[in-house]
Each structure stands twice: as structure tokens, then as C-alpha cells.
Nanobody, 113 residues
Framework: QVQLVESGGGLVQAGGSLRLSCAAS????????MDWYRQAPGKQREFVARIRSDLSTLYADSVKGRFTISRDNAKSTVYLQMNSLGLEDTAVYYC???????WGQGTQVTVSS
């Protein structure tokens, strides 16, 4: 059974930064593609970023140039560095193991004006 635990969310002013972490257990982490998704109130869950096992990355257009996804295989952890946060980034952020139905519980990010 794979478990994913996100952390690092919180309240931040517009223009600020946060770094989210997602610690994984129960899988061969280094072989897995890992995603970040987010869901804002009243909206569908949307893709944010992906990092593959070969460390290649993919970003949603809305976060490109502001967010950076990375991973530390020794710690079985994936990160999302979020800079220049705007009100539109307010959401619950989830990590996900690609090609599976494994999701974390989510961490709230709230950006204030």
C-alpha cells in the first residue's frame, strides 16, 4: 500500500513563496512518475506539474516559470517550490503517483492580497 503525505501548505501573501513536500512510502519511489495537482473551491482538480523517473519535468502553462518540481529519491520525497504566488494559486494541493490511483490527503495553500 502506497502512502503519500503532503506538507508545507499555509497562508502567504501574494508575491510570496512556499515549498510543498510529499513523502512517499510503500513503493519503489525512484521508478515512479510523480505529479502535483490542485483543486480550488468550486473547481475541478487540475494538473500542476510532473517529474518523471528520468527527472524530466512538465508544467501547466499557468505555473510555468513560477513553480519548480523536484525530487529526492533517497528521501522518497517530491517537492513543489512555488514562487510569485497569486490569488489564483489558492487551492488544496495533492501529490499523485502517475498511472495509479494513489493520492495524498492534500495540503491547503491560501494566497492573500
Amino acid at each position: 500500500q502506497v502512502q503519500l503525505v503532503e506538507s508545507g501548505g499555509g497562508l502567504v501573501q501574494a508575491g510570496g513563496s512556499l515549498r510543498l513536500s510529499c513523502a512517499a512510502s510503500g513503493s519503489t519511489f525512484s521508478n515512479e512518475g510523480m505529479d502535483w495537482y490542485r483543486q480550488a473551491p468550486g473547481k475541478q482538480r487540475e494538473f500542476v506539474a510532473r517529474i518523471r523517473s528520468d527527472l524530466s519535468t512538465l508544467y501547466a502553462d499557468s505555473v510555468k516559470g513560477r513553480f519548480t518540481i523536484s525530487r529526492d529519491n533517497a528521501k522518497s520525497t517530491v517537492y513543489l517550490q512555488m514562487n510569485s504566488l497569486g490569488l489564483e494559486d489558492t487551492a488544496v494541493y495533492y501529490c499523485h503517483v502517475r498511472w495509479t490511483n494513489y493520492w495524498g490527503q492534500g495540503t491547503q495553500v491560501t494566497v492573500s492580497s
